[in-house]
């Protein structure tokens, strides 16, 4: 089967044309004729709810993407809407007053209502079109199967179809090209591969604060990248000069999150080192991936290293010392409440009533050993809080 990507058909040359049957609430036919909208394996047009239909319309107006549309070329003459069908019935229904969007004062607003500007809008907007070849059971098989795992392209590929223009040319030259010699050095922070735009896409999740769709939108008509790439080295220099060692942990790490978190506080990237090294060596840090962000934010959320907790023996075997002792003495068999002065003093719990406590915190040099193990009410445990 052959597939060809095509972005320059526009909406106005689907809407050449097009025939709708509100009888049978099907699409017909757009392009001039040449496109047949309901081929036999197409469900009933479904979008037409004053939501679906709405929302594509919507997503016309503020740019953001339609996804893939498949047709299958039956000749030059003769294309079938393969998917795409309830995005392409709505376009043509807007387009030929069929139904009204509320504009932003809340009127509902039909396409012949809008503004020239919008109408052009609308009608100027390229579709993103694979047009497929090959013999019907292919056809049939691999409908079935976009249908089930998705399509061939990732988020940021289309995303760069659909936002075509002079700033993602550039982008891409800059964070998609194998030939930069500065990708070996941001592999040691992003994950994935600059051929699959997975550095494009860092790069612009990093600049938009996770706002990729509307930052290509906004940008796309412009013929320079400078912020996009003055934010990405600024998170890179500033990793970079803060962590002296590269650890393969760090791969695909949030750091710009960490940079818009931490860039104002003062590192000594001597002592960064040693602290990275120190919990590197500690058997008990569990993650990894979290000693960046651990001493970033000063060695107090040890919930990001996922420090190893005593086990339950050790738990058990501390437990009855404890409560023994307790026992003998007429106090409480948690040591806390033993020298409190509420009724709890010689309060005996259960096991499962309290909790493990390192009696020299982890985060001070402290083992996850029985030895400095100790058993607290849960109140108390809670209280001692994170270490
Ligand atoms: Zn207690």
Same mark, same amino acid.
């Given at each position: ?21 509100e009888l049978e609430g099907k699409g017909l036919f757009g392009l001039s004729g040449k496109l047949t909208i309901q081929p036999e394996y197409q469900r009933n047009y479904i979008y037409a709810d004053g939501q679906k239909d709405v929302a594509v319309i919507d997503s016309i107006l503020k740019g953001y993407p339609l996804g893939l549309i498949y047709f299958n070329k039956v000749s030059d003459d003769n294309l079938e809407v ?99 010699s500065n990708i070996q050095k941001w592999s040691a922070y992003i994950s994935g591969s600059a051929n699959r735009q997975d550095y494009l896409e860092r790069a612009l999740d990093w600049v938009s604060k996770s706002q990729i769709v509307p930052y290509m ?37 949030? #750091?710009?999150?960490?940079? !818009? *978190?931490?860039? @104002? ?5 001597? /002592?960064?080192?040693?602290?990275? +090294? ?83 915190? #982890?985060?001070?040099?402290? !083992? *996850?050993?029985? @030895? ?5 009410? /849960?109140?108390?445990?809670?209280? +001692?809080?994170?270490?």
């Open positions: 089967m052959k597939t060809t990507l095509r972005t320059d058909i526009t909406v106005k040359d689907i809407c050449e044309g097009f025939v709708y049957n393969l998917d795409g069908q309830q995005r392409i019935t709505s376009i043509g229904r807007y387009v030929n007053n069929k139904f009204a969007i509320k504009d932003e004062n809340g009127m509902q607003q039909y396409f012949s209502g809008i503004a020239s500007t919008k109408q052009e809008l609308i009608l100027n907007t390229p579709l993103l079109i694979y047009e497929c070849e090959g013999t019907e059971p292919e056809i049939k098989n691999w409908f079935r199967t976009i249908n089930i795992v998705g399509v061939p392209l990732n988020n940021q590929e289309i995303n760069n179809a659909v936002f075509s223009g002079p700033f993602v040319t550039l982008a891409k030259e800059e964070f998609s090209n194998s030939q930069n939108s906004i940008h796309r008509y412009e013929s320079n990248i400078n912020e996009l790439k003055n934010y990405f080295t600024s998170v890179i220099d500033w990793v970079s000069s803060v962590f002296k060692d590269v650890e393969s942990e760090m791969r695909g790490l949030e #750091w710009g999150r960490f940079y !818009e *978190t931490y860039r @104002k506080k003062p590192y000594n990237p001597q /002592k960064v080192s040693e602290q990275v +090294k120190h919990l590197y060596a500690d058997p008990y840090v569990k993650n990894r991936r979290g000693v960046f962000e651990y001493i970033l934010g000063g060695l107090n959320d040890t919930k990001l290293l996922d420090v190893r907790v005593f086990d339950e023996a050790t738990k058990k075997s501390v437990y009855t010392k404890q409560t023994k002792v307790a026992e003998e003495k007429g106090i409480s068999n948690c040591p806390l409440c033993a020298i409190s002065n509420n009724s709890n003093k010689t309060k005996i719990w259960k096991l499962k009533e309290m909790d493990a406590d390192h009696v020299t915190a #982890w985060s001070k040099g402290g !083992e *996850t050993d029985i @030895k400095n193990c100790e058993m607290l009410c /849960k109140t108390h445990n809670r209280a +001692k809080g994170n270490k």
